[in-house]
């Protein structure tokens, strides 16, 4: 879907949160990882996490690597994964951070997004490539309805080894900025923008006005719900923030055994909702 | 494993070529298709083409996407394949150009590198999330004897618009060149910069003496034997170079139906390799 859907599912829950679904194996309670093989272990939790926390979310955010990591089954997890989200009217952000040569590009955007794909309503992509790696995503989003996050300034401590480097008197991540605005000119390129970094976020609102921001790094990563306010525009909109151990390892904070983790999950949604809407809020005031 | 078994297999063989295992359904003769599932038929042409070429090329490198845009059974394909490749003696390069913040870049590592892998020998990695995303790579690369290639100059037309953005005075692809000679400390880190960029190459392998260089873009793209040879360190050596479509398509230049594709991919394999042997003398004398 374009990015229309993910801004009603935002503004009808009232909550900016898109919940990563990230389940390494040890994140996974032991009472359902016993006598589960991997693959059905992961989607259980999924299943379970999005039964807990769907009426309060409007979008899911499952980070490829941890289901590559266990081969074919855990591809089959994502897979159903998806499919779940889906029908529990969740928006699918896949985050897979792709970027290739135009024909490979070309074949990843049928592999997320074709008529044989689980259904995602989005991806994240990489553009060192420059256009021919993001374009054919872009097309593609077209041509489904979905839509594309381009890679601007990422969370992670090294981000500014490259996107940091001064280019004639502006940052990479400003010229990357710039890039993703053509690529916006249909509404379908949205821009990766981590908490970590408050400074360039707010800065990256001022270029682009309305492009649609997913902000990772709240919570584990270190990042502030008034850092992530930076990222909201004038309307305290078309901002979407990921948070994933902080919601689905909530039941781990206390050394407890897991089997209340859906209310604990519950709980730390609505903490981290109501912790954003104030600080969003209190911005726009 | 390390390059010193890729440099191997390259002297052995005579040969600096790779065949790029990228086998869209329309590039399998029909006769091998036939009464064959997606899966089965990318595996079988896969396996074919490997049993043509084996004994004259050192490596193979198959393209991630164009088995992930065919759902699990082009994974299953994937995965069977590098397993074959390996059991030929090949060297496997795995195209994945995957880069993500650290405790990710530790979950695709051990997805490709790990003890459940297929058992590819070498991956490649997007460096736009600076260190924290390849380093990862690195780590795994050098716990189970594998090796990265990190993207640097790509072949595509578009790569200009990031890669050759002016840093101060060099162009970023020349800053990441120096971080990648960092990233390179164990010798596990080379770079891939396309032979459709001859001055650049020829400016890489300046400053890059000792890396080990992957060269797309030669045939199809446009990238000739001697723009190839520019790659090459002082002994002529360190530099694989790709071709995909040139070799597994070879059987569709002159319309025919496909029985004879071995034949085809044996004599275009023989004809890159005398192509690239003579233009490194040349470069050499």
Chains 1, 2 share one sequence.
């Not at 679904?21 to 999005?50: C, S, T, W």
């Not at 954003?276 to 726009?284: E, F, G, Q, T």
Request: glycine letters at 10%; aromatic letters at 8%.
């Amino acid at each position: 879907m374009s990015f229309s859907l993910l801004a009603e599912l935002i503004r009808k829950k009232n909550n900016p949160t898109v919940m990563g679904l990230d389940p390494k194996l040890e994140y996974i309670p032991p009472h359902i990882r016993e006598g589960r093989g991997v693959g059905e272990a992961l989607f259980e939790y999924n299943r379970a996490l999005i039964d807990a926390a769907a009426d309060l979310i409007p979008a899911v955010k499952p980070q490829s690597a941890f289901y590559e990591m266990y081969g074919l089954q855990g591809l089959q997890a994502l897979d159903k994964t998806i499919r779940y989200a889906k029908s529990a009217g969740l928006y699918v952000i896949l985050d897979v951070k792709r970027g290739d040569i135009g024909s490979t590009a070309e074949a990843y955007a049928e592999a997320f997004f074709g008529s044989d794909s689980a259904g995602a309503d989005c991806v994240t992509v990489n553009p060192y490539l420059g256009s021919d790696g993001v374009l054919p995503f872009i097309k593609a989003a077209e041509k489904y309805d979905k839509a594309v996050f381009a890679l601007v300034k990422t969370s992670n401590p090294s981000s500014g080894e490259l996107q940091d480097i001064d280019c004639g008197g502006e940052p990479l991540y400003m010229r990357v900025a710039k890039l993703t605005a053509k690529w916006n000119s249909t509404g379908r390129c949205g821009i990766v923008a981590g908490a970590t970094y408050p400074a360039q976020l707010a800065e990256l609102r001022r270029e682009l006005p309305s492009s649609f921001f997913l902000v990772p790094g709240y919570g584990a990563q270190g990042g502030k719900a008034k850092d992530v306010a930076l990222a909201c525009d004038e309307s305290g909109g078309r901002v979407i923030v990921n948070s994933s151990r902080g919601l689905i390892c909530a039941w781990m904070a206390d050394g407890g055994d897991g089997r209340d983790f859906a209310d604990r999950t519950r709980a730390a949604v609505i903490a981290m909702r109501d912790d954003l809407n104030s600080a969003i809020k209190n911005k726009a005031n």
